[in-house]
């Protein structure tokens, strides 16, 4: 992804959330500084989505097969066959790409959505990463795309990234609450 990638979708997400930010407080009579923390958060989360759904089904580079191409349904649903493949090549790249594009999920829901129960956070962010794969497939399918290949270890790896969110997300709600029974 190109840093011209990058600048529309943030601009695009500074519109909606500023959008979702004046509706916010006019809502709920927020303070500056309360309205100012909506919108980072809004703002953040929506870019991080936006980028995210860019890398993950490469809307980006969409090209499309002609007849004679190659075929566009190409998967691995062998697990950690690319994982070990990258590991012998010292692709650490890919490896901590992939865990890191669905890191910052739980965080993002936990901070759009503060009083959504932990568990019912777990269960969207994991929703999500199973889903991510078939709609990729449904992709190529629709839309002959013989680049993008459906594998069963980016699935493996967003997951991981996902839980170390989640552990990441869990560990400050943890200090938060030291932290007020100390005051």
Known sequence: MLITDIIPLGAVAIVAAAILTVIACIRQKRTLTQAIYVFAVRFFGLWYALIAVTLLFKLFTVRFAVSGEENPLRANFVPFRTIMQYVK???????????????????????????????????????????????????????????????????????????????????????????????
């Open 89 to 183: 090549q010292r692709n650490t790249v890919q490896i901590f790409g992939n865990i890191a594009a669905l890191f910052p999920l739980p965080i993002m829901l936990h901070l759009n959505f503060p009083r959504t129960p932990f568990r019912k956070c777990a269960v969207i962010a994991a929703v999500v990463t199973i889903l991510i794969e078939p709609l990729q497939l449904l992709v190529n399918i629709a839309i002959r795309a013989p680049f993008n290949v459906v594998d069963i270890d980016d699935l493996i790896l967003n997951a991981v990234g996902v839980a170390v969110g989640l552990l990441a997300v869990r560990f400050v709600m943890i200090i938060r609450v030291r932290v007020r029974e100390r005051e």
